[in-house]
Each structure stands twice: as C-alpha cells, then as structure tokens.
C-alpha cells in the first residue's frame, strides 16, 4: 500500500447535525477507501510512479501510461479530492449554529476574496450557484490560479473528481457534491446540504 487513507482529525458524529454520522462513516470509510483501495491497484506495476506525491500524479496526466490513466485520473482524484474536503470542514468551524451566513475567512484571503468577488457574500453565493448547477457528480472548488498573478482567487466546479490541479491551479477548498455525499441525509435536496455545509467551514484551514 503506497497511498493510505488518512486519519480524521474529529469523530464521524462531530460535524451534526449538517452533516449526520451515517454519512460521514459510509463516506470515508467505504467511498474514499476505495479510491485509495483502487489507486493502488492501478499503480501497482508502476513503481516509479509511486514515488510520485498525488499532487504530482494529477498535475501530469498526459505522461502516465494510457493503459492506467483512466484509473489514476478517477481513483486518484477521488482520493485527492477527499483528502482536501475533510480539512476543510470540522466542527464548530462555521460558526454559531443558527446563522445561515458566515463571516468567512480573515486576513489576506479574506482581501483576496473581496478583490476577486467584491464581497464575502459574493464570493459565498457564487460558490452555492455552481453547486447547484452543476450537472450530475462532481466538486466545487475555490482554488488560486498562478497564471494569472499573486492572490487569483477562482471559482470553479468539476464533474468526476477531475481538479484545478490538472488546469494549473491550487486547490484551497473543495465542497463535495456527489450524491454519497448528503443523500442519506438529504435525499435530493442538494440545495439544503449545500447551505448547511457552510456551518462547518475551517477557514483555519
């Protein structure tokens, strides 16, 4: 096993009631193992590849061999993309469980936010309209984009577990919005599952 799942920093029932305890368990341990589970076994012939972080697996797709880069792409993406997703949530993050809009982030990312979107709620209702939007499974990302200068903040969604890496970007945060993400919980209602989700945003982070 070269890549390994890594360790939650809180409890599978830390982040109720936005995000209930069955998701989370069935989420990290059956979704996001497999991906690991399968990138290894994609890999497993490669070993010069396995000396390669994700990070650099993702951002160099064209060189990996045709015969396992479907596989690398998915599984690796898949494992990438989570590994983000449960940084950028925990509990008590968000703020006050009551309120539906948070301060968001301080400091220059928060400068770097109001110059990109003009505001936070800019910013926040951006983000909610391309997790609506987008079509089918896939991801959310608030990410910087280096092509573009210092402090370039984007938005952008994703179908699969494709990433901004691929595209030169770096990842800042992610919002996960394939249905073994909230249907336990929110069945189809992907709109409240999103709302919610900003209740356990780790700015820190």
Known sequence: MIYKLPKLSY??????????????????????QAYVDKLNDALKNYPELQEKTLEE??????????????????????????????????????????????EGPKGKLADDIKTAFGSFQNFKDEFIKQAANLFGSGWVWFYADPSTGPGQVKIMSTSGHDNPIMTGGKPLMVLDVWEHAYYLKYQNRRSEYV???WNVVNWDF
């Not at 409890?11 to 209930?20: C, G, K, Q, T, V």
């Not at 060189?63 to 690398?72: D, G, L, N, S, W």
């Open 57 to 102: 697996l993702l951002a160099s797709l064209d060189k990996i061999p045709a015969e396992i880069r479907t596989a690398v792409r998915n599984n690796g993406g898949g494992h990438f993309s989570h590994s983000l997703f449960w940084n950028v949530i925990g509990p008590n993050k968000g703020g006050e469980p009551v309120r539906q809009i948070q």
């Open 195 to 197: 709302e919610a989700w």
């Open 11 to 32: 409890s599978y029932d830390a982040l109720e009631p936005f995000i209930d305890t069955r998701t989370m368990e069935t989420h990290y341990s059956k979704h996001h």
